[in-house]
């Protein structure tokens, strides 16, 4: 089973990916773009040694870009190695996916081909998935589209922890390899719009042949290109869209003119386009689709001359970023959430209480009246204030100044009902469950047991509770619940249904086990530490725990 440490080492390998990946699309030109994916490999992914290996129009590979080693940089730049040779090493060793690893065992055959390489020195492997010096692993980069044609090989060496990488390593070089083909593809596209824009803007005797060429550049690209009017009533509205955008959002280009950007974009992001500048702006965002989806799109605009002294348009590149998006949301996701249970884990489950707390601790509020008053400013005492009042109401909204913030402070307040009689106030109740029995099983019938166990202990769990609330795994067989809105009787109420619903037995190839469950109930409240709630709640079931004969805690 996964153990705690891993999620938030994927968040930090996540982190520096997303970075390294932001990197890439920063770059100005296509050398820089080059040198940026090698020095990516370096930054974020865990490798001492990255070349990077460019297709040349006659089908050879030139190394165009290399970082870790300055010697080996100044003796195989600019190289070539012949297309033969290198779709000889494509095939070779194992397929990682899209990736190519060749082991030292079967590697010593490429050491008279004719493809650049470099040789690194190190002591022989102590255990299996050691890297070898002559170990190689290859990246092949292909464009965007379903003809897979090769862009480039990124070549990795090094590994800093000195092993072979494992299948999330991985996957992030497969995802850092795709995302520096759409890069390069990018740098060669925006390479041949400046080009075609200077020649608009100082070519005035070959006017003719410019537009030609910015047509050609504008339809057959192989993202969207739009271009919208400037200033004016009917500014955003769009003139001219390319073939690429119009099979994007499943719309004919004459329908395509009735719209602007802003009638396409999802509703929760026309703030990120408005604030998107004309010249230079980027974003990304969702569109719609002509079937009533959405698709995630990168936004880039720039402006545009119709001639010297004419009018200025605004051109678009939307580029189709939503296999991005779908690797980011899958990798967040799994850094989230528990891979047995598919539940929340501890650090989401720490993230979603921390954002419920504030610092401020709850103290006795003003009345109805008086809060309604201070809240449109009427004061009671002649000042503007009212003494004698609390910091925030209960489970209301606290109207006063927040330190370092603005004129009102909008958090939601949390609050503890007082003791355990049921007094009619609400709160975020936290119940904390420990399995009884869970051991035994693991012990007597083994982990696969003890994990169909889980898995239906989570799915009951999140059947006996109501959408909005929350059950998340905190390791081993503790799990714990968020429910907000709930009174003590309430609270004590769904901990006897979530315990009834556990108790039945469980059946697992052919066997039925049992296990029982403790539940511990604490309240998150506003002045507590995330720490704080969890220890209260697990200190309570403890409590219960010791309480309860030890007959109704066996399982089995």
């Not at 990120?272 to 002509?290: D, I, K, V």
């Not at 001639?307 to 980011?328: C, N, Q, S």
Request: proline share 4%; glycine share 10%.
């Amino acid at each position: 089973m996964e153990t705690e440490s891993e999620p938030y080492v994927r968040l930090a390998t996540l982190r520096q990916l997303h970075q390294v990946v932001t990197d890439l699309n920063t770059a100005r030109s296509l050398a820089d773009t080059l040198q940026t994916v090698a020095d990516g490999v370096i930054a974020g992914l865990g490798y001492e040694l990255a070349c990077v290996n460019l297709v040349r129009p006659d089908g050879d590979l030139v190394v165009a870009a290399f970082a870790g080693n300055a010697a080996a940089e100044a003796l195989i730049t600019g190289r070539v190695g012949s297309r033969a040779s290198w779709e000889r090493r494509l095939t070779m060793g194992e397929g990682w996916g899209d990736l190519r690893f060749i082991p030292h065992t079967e590697g010593w055959v490429l050491l008279e081909d004719d493809v650049p390489q470099w040789y690194t020195e190190g002591p022989e492997p102590r255990f299996e998935d050691e890297w070898h010096p002559q170990d190689r692993l290859y990246a092949p980069m292909y464009a965007s589209g379903g003809g897979r044609e090769l862009l480039g090989v990124i070549s990795v060496d090094k590994p800093r922890n000195g092993r072979r990488p494992g299948a999330w390593g991985r996957e992030a070089l497969q995802m850092y390899a795709s995302q520096s083909a759409i890069a390069i593809s990018n740098a060669r596209l925006r390479a041949n719009m400046q080009r075609a824009l200077v020649r608009l803007e100082r070519e005035q005797q070959a006017l003719r042949a410019s537009e030609e060429s910015f047509r050609q550049a504008f339809e057959y690209a192989p993202s969207g290109m739009a271009i919208a009017e400037m200033g004016g009533d009917q500014h955003g509205r769009l003139l001219r869209t390319n073939d690429a955008l119009c099979r994007l959002l499943g719309r004919p280009a004459a329908v395509m003119r009735r719209y602007s950007f802003a009638d396409l974009v999802h509703p929760e992001d026309i703030g990120l386009l408005l604030r998107t500048s004309a010249e230079g702006g980027r974003a990304e965002l969702r569109l719609g689709r002509r079937d009533g989806s959405y698709v995630w799109v990168s936004l880039r605009n720039s402006v545009v001359a119709d001639t010297a002294d004419g009018p200025r348009f605004l051109l678009t590149h939307v580029e189709d970023i939503e296999e991005r998006k779908r690797h980011e949301l899958q990798l967040a996701h799994r850094a989230s959430h528990d891979s047995l249970t598919g539940l929340p884990n501890s650090a989401e489950l720490r993230a979603r209480l921390s954002a419920r707390l504030c610092q401020r601790p709850y103290a006795v509020g003003p009345s109805a009246v008086e809060a309604l008053d201070a809240a449109y400013g009427e004061a009671h005492d002649g000042r503007g204030e009212t003494p004698g009042h609390a910091v925030c109401a209960p489970g209301g909204f606290d109207f006063d100044p927040v330190p370092g913030g603005g004129p009102f402070d909008h958090h939601v307040h949390m609050t503890a009902p007082e003791g355990d009689v049921d007094d009619g106030s609400k709160g975020l109740a936290v119940l904390f469950c420990d399995l009884d029995g869970f051991k035994s099983i693991n012990d007597r019938f083994g982990h696969n047991t003890g994990d169909a166990v889980l898995i239906e202990v989570a799915r009951r769990l999140t059947s006996g509770v109501r959408d909005g609330d929350t059950v998340a795994r905190l390791g081993g067989d503790e799990f714990v619940v968020l429910a907000d809105g709930l009174g003590a009787a309430d609270a004590a109420d769904l901990a006897v249904r979530l315990r009834n619903a556990i108790i039945p037995p469980i059946r697992v190839d052919g066997r039925a086990v049992r296990v029982g469950a403790s539940f511990g109930i604490g309240w998150a409240s506003c002045g507590m530490s995330v720490e704080e709630v969890l220890r209260s709640a697990d200190q309570r079931m403890y409590i219960e725990k010791r309480s309860r004969a030890k007959v109704h805690r066996r399982a089995g």
